[in-house]
């Protein structure tokens, strides 16, 4: 059953709105949406919006998610950092492609649940840490890839030292109203950045 609600959402949501990357399509076909919601919202993971995942997050919407992965063009060989792990989700697509994701939650109780299923599932290349999104992951730096599932109220500059030159990075950003960013880090102080579409996240948080 899950099987074919998967292509389904793959079908209507992203292959309908435009998903092309071959990459990002096997990555939804293969990661089981379902496994990373709340037991009520099961029967609704497949569905075209976010769900609620405890301690006031959400997963996002698949569309919007395959989207920013397609934007950032992640191939085999990249190293991605992920703030906002949530349930887990977006990290488990991502690592479908990268060589390695290295994912933040600031929330203690979804980090342990994320860390929990993610390890129960098998995913080996993908590191949960309990750590600040602001202040990104030094440790591991720099990035090819930044992904941010949270919105912060203006472009964390943290994160932005912490991408390689020839980078990509992309952010929610804003309050009320929320627009999508795109980086490009072309030199050692030199960005190239893009507005697209405008979205709705949750606020990112210290």
């Known amino acids: 059953m899950f099987e074919k609600l998967r292509e389904s959402m793959v079908e209507n949501q992203l292959l309908y709105r435009g998903i092309k990357d071959s990459k990002v399509i096997a990555a939804f076909l293969e990661v089981e949406r379902h496994l990373f919601v709340e037991k009520e919202e099961v029967e609704f ?3 075209d919006y976010p769900l ?16 920013m992965m ?13 703030v906002g ?6 990290a488990a697509l991502i690592s479908k492609i990268a060589k390695q994701v290295i994912t933040l939650e600031v929330n203690f109780d979804l980090y342990l649940k ?18 600040n999104g602001f202040e990104g992951y030094e440790e591991k730096a720099p990035y090819d890839v930044i992904i941010v599932s949270a919105a912060p109220s203006e472009i964390p ?6 991408l ?21 880090k072309n030199g050692r102080d030199k960005f190239l950045i893009t507005a697209l579409a405008y979205v709705k996240f949750v606020p990112m948080i210290k």
Not at 114 to 131: F, H, R, W
Not at 165 to 172: E, L, N, Y
């Open 85 to 90: 792990a949530g349930s887990g989700y977006e």
């Open 164 to 184: 390689k030159i020839g980078g990509r990075m992309i952010v929610p950003v804003g309050r009320f109203t929320q627009q999508l960013f795109y980086i490009e």
């Open 52 to 67: 609620p995942i405890g301690s006031g997050q959400t997963i996002s919407q698949p569309y919007i998610v395959a989207y």
């Open 114 to 131: 994320s860390k929990e299923k993610l390890n129960y599932l098998g995913y080996e290349n993908i590191e949960v840490l309990n750590k």
């Open 70 to 82: 397609e934007k950032l063009k992640i191939e085999k060989n990249d190293i991605v950092l992920e």
């Open 45 to 47: 993971a497949y569905n």
């Open 157 to 162: 500059q943290n994160l932005i030292k912490q």
